[in-house]
């Protein structure tokens, strides 16, 4: 008979961290597998690289350190001086049977270093000229942030979000945009449309705001008497 131990594959993890701080990343697992029988290792995945950055007990940063006891189901990396470059993204902590490519345990992390985004600018810009009844697109745009920052916009007089295509910039080096589409009526001459910009960087009363001001060209009627 063939015993067969199946570790359960843990949900993804979510980890804020902000530059310089200490963090520890904890792998645990009921099951004592003995490290002669089970490969351990942490590897790290984000948009441009996929790395091994533990194997067993030893690391390949000098900023990682692991505490290795797997007799005790312990297999945490600690990671010191956290810093964007080096750590945002995700990390898995895995366990095989020597001589098999199948993992027997998985734990993940996505490691969050916190950025807050840049302030917004809206294009066309302060004031917008529109036409009455012509399609009309607010851009709103924020450089930075880590994680992408959420973009709303909102009318001037009321709470509710408007209903905006909103694309993330995917890194804090790039910018993500809003664009909101308006017909213009005659009525929304002189109307305010404010952009609001925020990311969990930020403290949940702070928020990053710009507006712009519609001036609608009316198109004009000829009465006949």
């Not at 067969?4 to 963090?23: F, P, Q, S, W």
């Not at 290795?68 to 945002?88: C, E, T």
């Not at 993992?103 to 302030?119: F, H, K, M, S």
């Not at 697109?137 to 007089?157: A, F, H, K, N, Q």
Request: net charge negative; charged share 25%.
């Amino acid at each position: 008979m063939v015993l067969l131990l199946i570790g359960l594959a843990m949900a993804n993890k979510t980890m804020d961290t902000r530059e310089g701080e200490d963090v520890t990343l904890k792998c645990r697992f009921n099951e004592h597998y003995s490290d002669r029988e089970y490969s351990y290792y942490w590897a790290q995945q984000s948009p441009n690289k996929y790395d091994n950055v533990a194997i067993k007990g030893d690391t390949f940063n000098s900023n990682y350190k692991i505490d290795y006891r797997p007799n005790q189901g312990i297999y945490d990396l600690q990671i010191f001086n956290v810093s964007y470059a080096r750590d945002n993204g995700r990390f898995e902590c895995r366990i095989k049977q020597i001589g098999s490519d199948n993992a027997i345990y998985e734990d993940y992390y996505n490691l969050t270093v916190l950025t807050p985004p840049q302030p917004p600018l809206i294009f066309p810009g302060s004031e917008t000229t529109a036409t009455e009844d012509k399609k009309q697109e607010l851009t709103c745009s924020s450089v930075g942030g880590s994680p992408d920052p959420t973009i709303s916009w909102y009318r001037e007089g009321s709470t509710t979000p408007l209903a905006a295509n909103l694309i993330y910039g995917g890194s804090r080096d790039m910018q993500t945009t809003s664009t909101l589409t308006i017909i213009p009526r005659r009525e929304d001459d002189g109307a305010k449309f404010t952009c609001v910009v925020w990311n969990r960087a930020m403290p949940e009363s702070q928020r990053l705001e710009t507006v712009t001001t519609l001036s609608v060209n009316c198109k004009y009627t000829t009465s006949f008497l």
